[in-house]
């Protein structure tokens, strides 16, 4: 059998290299859209249910305008539940749990990001920080009682405001342990973990929340593997609640027992507020 030249090894090598390194900038490329779909996002139609919440435009700190979505509590020095969306969709795909938080008596803001819904910037991990920040301190000047809310995406952004206000109650629908994490399922091959640029890491970080935390998901997310939930329960450090709901998947969680978890969990919280 003829033994390979050096010249063919060089060349093969290199073509190995030329792969990998191609696979390497596509996974550069890509995660912008894995992370935030834009063209994914520009192509939903708004849920019309969004127009019964108060439109309001919010300015964040470096200098952009974002509409958002409010409705008071239903009685002055009620809770207000801030509800952060995923990376799939807008804040009017939430108005599902904007109606049952409302129709329980609890405010509702409904955030939104750069980028989605019509709103200028282009999303990056410390823009959508920012923008959560102007939310929550447009919040803060109707009340002071604060839940957040994070649904997949928004679980990162809940957790990392949640380390830097005051609040009653973090709520994590869906949740990861780190956008990290979830890459390393994505592309098993590859050295993802040093790639990613935006990490929310809500694995670190989730310690540092001393608000009482429900997380809840489905046990037949096929997005987010349900480990990730038990994960992130074992590091918080403050009172804590996992709720694994069967037969719901990463996209119904809500609807199949979502809403009743959060209920009793908030009506729990009110309950131990009381003065005896």
């Known amino acids: 059998m003829k033994r390979p030249t050096r010249l063919a090894l060089l060349s093969t090598a290199g073509v190995a290299t030329l792969g990998i390194g191609s696979a390497f900038a596509a996974v550069l490329w890509l995660q912008g859209r894995l992370i935030y779909p834009l063209e994914k996002i520009r192509g939903l139609t708004p849920n019309p249910a969004a127009d019964h919440l108060e439109r309001v435009t919010l300015k964040t700190r470096d200098g952009l305008e974002l509409v958002v979505r409010y409705k008071p509590p239903a009685a002055p020095g009620g809770r207000v539940v801030v509800l952060f969306h995923g990376n799939g969709e807008d804040l009017s795909q939430r108005v599902h749990i904007a109606h049952d938080l409302t129709a329980a008596g609890y405010g509702v803001l409904l955030a939104e990001y750069r980028g989605y819904g019509g709103n200028a910037g282009k999303p990056r991990e410390s823009g959508l920080y920012a923008d959560g920040r102007a939310a929550i301190e447009f919040a803060m000047r109707q009340t002071p009682r604060l839940v957040l809310h994070g649904y997949s995406l928004g679980s990162g952004v809940a957790v990392q405001l949640a380390t830097e206000f005051a609040i009653e109650a973090l709520l994590l629908e869906a949740p990861f342990t780190s956008i990290a994490d979830v890459a390393v399922t994505r592309f098993p091959r590859l050295p993802v973990r040093w790639l990613v640029r935006d990490r929310y890491d809500n694995v670190r970080k989730i310690g ?3 608000a009482p935390v429900l997380i809840y998901g489905g046990d037949a997310d096929g997005v ?22 069967e037969g719901a998947d990463h996209v119904d969680v809500w609807a199949k027992g979502g809403a009743d978890h959060v209920l009793r969990f908030l009506g729990e919280i009110d309950r131990q507020a009381q003065p005896a």
Do not use: K
């Open 208 to 210: 540092a929340v001393r």
């Open 224 to 245: 987010i593997p349900p480990r990730h939930f038990a994960q992130l329960y074992s590091a918080v450090r403050g009172p804590r609640r996992l709720a694994v709901v």
